[in-house]
């Protein structure tokens, strides 16, 4: 009938109304793996989720190729980090969580050892390889603790630049007056610690070569005119925190390189098979 009813432009509007009432009227709703995949599909999330699995295809051929394995000791240390993590802190809290996740004990050992699997991997592959990296990229890992305040008008930015400087004006008053966002406008601009790579070039150039603290000169991008005050230069140092990131950002990388040589195909529509633009490479690192 629902049918009918988009299709049919003579249908009365009160058997649209009673159409959908009884849809919604029902007390339960019964939900299987179609309904669910045919949500996944209508809310475009296929190709993110077909990105996970291909990952973890890509872990495990990895692995198994180079004879990486999780030991019973490894898997159980894994296991209660992960709980401690999710603060899943007695076997109800736990049981409550696997429920809600529709995962059996067996699930949860498979993503354990999948998640242990994929750590071992990246340690493999690239553990060696971290410091050397981080001294040749250092400088893309500096940050910078600034303030900003993006305007339209050039001639107001000026004007505004040339009374920061003069102390006519303190940067916290222009952000109030001048930032509509309003957590931004209450914190003065105040843009955090922000890493190299996050600005925009004919920013990042100014800013890391500013003498803190010190206001810059009226920057024009797509954007619009930035006034930007530098409060302090960041210089990266190599502790576990960015050593994670640069694992991270390595690993990141070769995936990309293995989903790019291989064509991947799904089979989620019954006898139409369709081939996707991902691969899964064999290549060797």
């Given at each position: 009938m629902l049918h009918s009813i988009l299709f049919n432009s003579q249908i009365n509007i009160e058997d649209v109304k009673v159409a959908f009432s009884c849809r919604v009227m029902s007390k339960e709703i019964d939900l299987s793996r179609q309904d669910i995949l045919n949500y996944l599909?209508?809310?475009?999330?296929?190709?993110?989720?077909?990105?996970?699995?291909?990952?973890?295809?890509?872990?495990?051929?990895?692995?198994?190729?180079?004879?990486?394995?999780?030991?019973?000791?490894?898997?159980?240390?894994?296991?209660?980090?992960?709980?401690?993590?999710?603060?899943l802190f007695n076997v109800e809290a736990t049981r409550s969580w696997l429920q809600r996740h529709h995962l059996s004990l067996d699930d949860f050992e498979s993503l354990i050892y999948t998640n242990m699997l994929s750590r071992k991997l990246v340690e493999h592959l690239f553990g060696d390889r971290v410091e050397s990296f981080f001294y040749e990229h250092q400088l893309d890992y500096a940050?910078?603790?600034?303030?900003?305040?993006?305007?339209?008008?050039?001639?107001?930015?000026?004007?505004?630049?040339?009374?920061?400087?003069?102390?006519e004006i303190?940067?916290?008053e222009v952000a109030r007056q001048y930032i509509t966002q309003p957590s931004l406008r209450r914190s003065g601009g105040y843009r955090g610690i922000v890493s190299r790579r996050e600005l925009k070039s004919e920013i990042s150039a100014a800013v890391f070569a500013a003498t803190p603290p010190q206001f810059l000169k009226p920057i024009i991008t797509s954007q619009g005119v930035h006034l930007i005050l530098v409060e302090e230069i960041i210089h990266p140092q190599l502790d576990e925190e960015l050593r994670k990131q640069i694992l991270s950002d390595l690993f990141s990388d070769w995936l990309k390189q293995q989903m790019a040589e291989v064509?991947?195909?799904?089979?989620?529509?019954a006898n139409i098979p369709k081939k996707l633009p991902l691969t899964v490479s064999q290549q060797r690192v």
């Open positions: 599909k209508l809310s475009c999330q296929i190709p993110n989720i077909l990105e996970g699995v291909i990952t973890c295809k890509i872990i495990e051929l990895k692995a198994a190729e180079i004879g990486i394995t999780v030991t019973t000791e490894e898997l159980q240390q894994a296991a209660d980090d992960f709980r401690l993590t999710h603060q940050g910078v603790a600034m303030y900003e305040v993006v305007l339209d008008d050039e001639d107001l930015a000026m004007e505004l630049f040339c009374a920061l400087q003069e102390g303190s940067f916290h064509q991947v195909v799904t089979n989620l529509d």
